[in-house]
């Protein structure tokens, strides 16, 4: 048990870990918020699959039991190569994946290429795919960092935040306790208004396959970057926070992507205008003929 406040907005919570056992094992709560983000995603997914992009459902089911697997694997491989002197003398805790330990962008980058390997393989058109799975992906997101709230983990630097209206305060059962940056909640609420922006505005106005994926790289890649500067608990590669390194990149894709599929879908109008004015012309030319005829 732990309790984690905060005293700027007068809150506060006495949290277990343990949402509930069956025989001697622990169910935690934070993989039971994580299945019920992945849930969540899913049907989003869905529906904006079969809805918005008219893509056939069996194939949504099948992307989905292949792709959350693999993203699992992923996000525990990434972090596992990140934190290698955790595992190095006792490479069999790289299976304990109850023991902690997943990193998020392992799980988008080896779901991303899942989805990219289903769609070539299926002849489905791979930006509609990511254009329906992106946000969802990021309401699942905002939803699984609530299993950090329950493990009081993810959280930041103390420097600074003791006038901070929305600290946390950290007090474990040894009654030792910090006051931090809620990283967790900076980046739920962060997703949350990402997924509310692609949901009630962009998709609106959607000018081009891909557009959707590219503003999620973009919002989450640029927000993540931000929230990492302030954690403690960093993955590192070549010294640097690797959260910032691949949230920088993403943020460079959607900024280069982004000029390059409207310049594409530009071009694709432009012959599609060219070729209905050819083709009103010779239609108008045939006519004209016909009538010189009679």
């Not at 343990?18 to 989003?44: H, P, Q």
């Not at 529906?47 to 792709?67: Q, S, V």
């Not at 299976?95 to 489905?124: C, D, E, M, P, Q």
């Not at 922006?197 to 640029?222: A, N, V």
Request: hydrophobic share 50%; charged share 15%.
């Amino acid at each position: 048990m732990h309790t984690v406040s905060f005293p700027g907005l007068g809150l506060s919570f006495e949290l277990n870990p343990v949402a509930f056992t069956i025989g001697s094992l622990e169910v935690k709560w934070y993989g039971v918020i994580i299945t019920f983000g992945i849930l969540c995603a899913f049907l989003l997914f869905f529906n904006y699959a079969k809805r918005k992009e008219g893509l056939p459902e069996d194939h949504l089911y099948n992307i989905t039991l292949f792709t959350v697997p693999i993203a699992v694997i992923g996000a525990r491989f990434v972090y596992v190569v990140t934190s290698w002197d955790k595992y190095k003398d006792d490479p069999a805790q790289i299976f304990n994946i109850r023991g902690g330990g997943l990193a998020i962008y392992g799980a988008i980058i080896f779901g991303a290429a899942t989805v990219l390997i289903f769609s070539k393989i299926t002849k489905l058109n791979t930006l509609k795919l990511m254009d329906a799975a992106a946000p969802a992906v990021m309401v699942g997101q905002m939803i699984g960092r609530w299993g950090n709230f329950v493990n009081a983990e993810a959280y930041g630097y103390s420097e600074g935040v003791e006038t901070l209206f929305c600290r946390m305060e950290i007090t474990n059962a040894a009654g030792h306790t910090i006051v931090a940056h809620p990283t967790f909640l900076y980046e739920s609420l962060w997703n949350c208004i990402g997924a509310l922006i692609i949901y009630l505005i962009i998709y609106k106005h959607k000018k081009f396959d891909g557009q959707i994926l590219l503003s999620y790289l973009g919002w989450y890649g640029f927000g993540r970057a931000w929230i990492e500067m302030l954690r403690t608990d960093s993955l590192y590669v070549f010294g640097m926070k690797f959260s910032v390194l691949v949230g920088i990149l993403s943020v460079v894709i959607c900024v280069v992507g982004m000029i390059v599929l409207s310049k594409r879908a530009k071009t694709k109008t432009e012959e599609a205008s060219y070729v209905s004015k050819f083709a009103s012309v010779k239609v108008e030319t045939v006519t004209e003929e016909d009538q010189t005829e009679e």
